[in-house]
């Protein structure tokens, strides 16, 4: 069953970059307090994930702040060491929590899971954000088909 608005974020273990590398958090940590954004990507350095998706909530970080929102999130069904080398490609820094959903055990939770297996991606997470606040899902978008039709950082804004 698919996450929806009212639903509590999963509490499940995924990996971010450290400076000494991988590091385990878990999700409602990093959701669970405040006003967060979550949005996932099918795959980094995939062409829509790393040429707007992501620059879209690195362009808007600033305005999602004014709006209240502590954590922007992305999530993608690949490796922390991908993860942390797309951050370093596009100059992440601190604006987005990159967390790795290698085993995609946090999408399989969220019930957004996407077969790529036809084009030799396997598992990957369905293209979507949403909106959590102290750990409650207050907004969800998930995109239709293949593109960046409703959830790109000013489809957010629009909704906070």
């Not at 084009?119 to 978008?141: C, F, K, N, W």
């Amino acid at each position: 069953m698919t996450i929806a608005v009212g639903d509590r974020i999963p509490d499940v273990q995924v990996m971010t970059v450290g400076p000494d590398g991988p590091v385990p958090v878990r999700t409602g940590e990093v959701l669970g307090t405040g006003k967060a954004v979550l949005f996932a990507v099918p795959g980094a350095f995939t062409p829509t994930c790393s040429d707007y998706h992501l620059p879209s909530y690195l362009i808007r970080r600033e305005d999602l702040a004014r709006k209240g929102v502590d954590t922007v999130a992305c999530l993608s069904v690949n490796d922390a060491f991908v993860m942390g080398a797309w951050g370093e490609a596009h100059e992440v820094g601190d604006a987005v929590v990159l967390l790795a959903d290698g085993n995609a055990e946090f999408t399989a939770a969220v019930g957004l899971e996407l077969d790529g297996s036809a084009i030799g991606l396997g598992t990957r997470s369905q293209r979507y954000a949403m909106v959590v606040e102290d750990g409650v899902v207050t907004a969800l978008s998930v995109e239709p088909g293949p593109g960046l039709a409703v959830s790109a950082a000013d489809d957010v804004l629009a909704l906070l």
